[in-house]
Structure formats: structure tokens, C-alpha cells
């Protein structure tokens, strides 16, 4: 008597997927009972050769009045800034430096909170006519 021959898992782990394989073979006396087989393979996808686009600016912030001795507030707007992979400036990290490009140090007059994206400072006589640009 001749039995046939078990069946084994015919596909391979397949890159960038997870795969459930699971076969079945006859028990040896023949009964009603059989064998499972179960693998599992689970890779990552990596991508090459995708470009990172720079932000670009969607709309230029206004001039805006500072006045000595009163506070100063200002909310980046949601449209000010784009990027094409991650959207609008609330999605972006923004960094504040002076016009030189430096970071401001902590005791400046003028202060930006990255978490709600808004510029904030008390300026003083003295600062509001030395203070230019900031970029």
C-alpha cells in the first residue's frame, strides 16, 4: 500500500508583507485526523530613492507693529508655510533665529514657542529700534 506524500508550504516569504501559510497532510493510519502547519514571515518596506522636498513659503507674514513696553504677541497662520510630503506650517517644526541666523538666547525680549507655533516677547525702548529682521 502507498501513501501519498505529505504537503509542505510552497511560497516564501514575500518582502514587504506578512503571510499566514498553512497546510494539512493525512495522518500515517489514515483516519479522520490530520496535521497542521502554520508559518509566519513579517518584513519592513524600505523605499529608495524618494526625495524630501524643502518647505517653501505659501504666504509671506505682514510687517507687524511692536511697541515698547507692551506685550507682543503673534501666531504663525496655518497657511504661512507648505511642504509637499508633510502639509501646512502646523505640521512642521519651525525654528526662530535672528537675522544673522543664530539662535536666540533666553534672555531675549522676544521668545518663540514651538508647540503652538506663536512669537511673544515684551520689548523695551531700546529693543524695538535695534531689532530688524528676524527670519
Do not use: C, H
Not at 504537503?7 to 518582502?15: C, D, G, I, L, Y
Not at 524600505?46 to 510687517?63: C, H, M, S, V, W
Not at 507687524?64 to 507692551?70: D, E, N, Q
Amino acid at each position: 500500500m502507498t501513501q501519498p506524500l505529505p504537503q509542505f508550504p510552497t511560497s516564501s516569504p514575500s518582502w514587504g508583507s506578512s503571510k499566514e501559510t498553512k497546510s494539512t497532510t493525512p495522518a500515517e493510519d489514515e483516519r479522520s485526523s490530520t496535521t497542521e502547519q502554520v508559518s509566519k514571515a513579517t518584513t519592513e518596506e524600505i523605499e529608495y530613492g524618494t526625495k524630501n522636498f524643502a518647505p517653501t513659503i505659501k504666504q509671506r507674514l505682514r510687517k507687524l507693529p511692536v511697541v515698547a513696553g507692551k506685550v507682543f504677541r503673534f501666531n504663525i497662520p496655518e497657511d504661512s508655510f507648505q511642504d509637499f510630503e508633510d502639509g501646512n506650517t502646523r505640521k512642521l517644526r519651525l525654528i526662530f533665529k535672528s537675522a544673522q541666523g543664530t539662535a536666540l538666547s533666553a534672555s531675549s525680549w522676544i521668545q518663540f514657542d514651538t508647540a503652538t507655533q506663536e512669537v511673544y516677547g515684551l520689548p523695551l525702548e531700546e529693543q524695538v529700534s535695534e531689532l530688524k529682521l528676524y527670519r
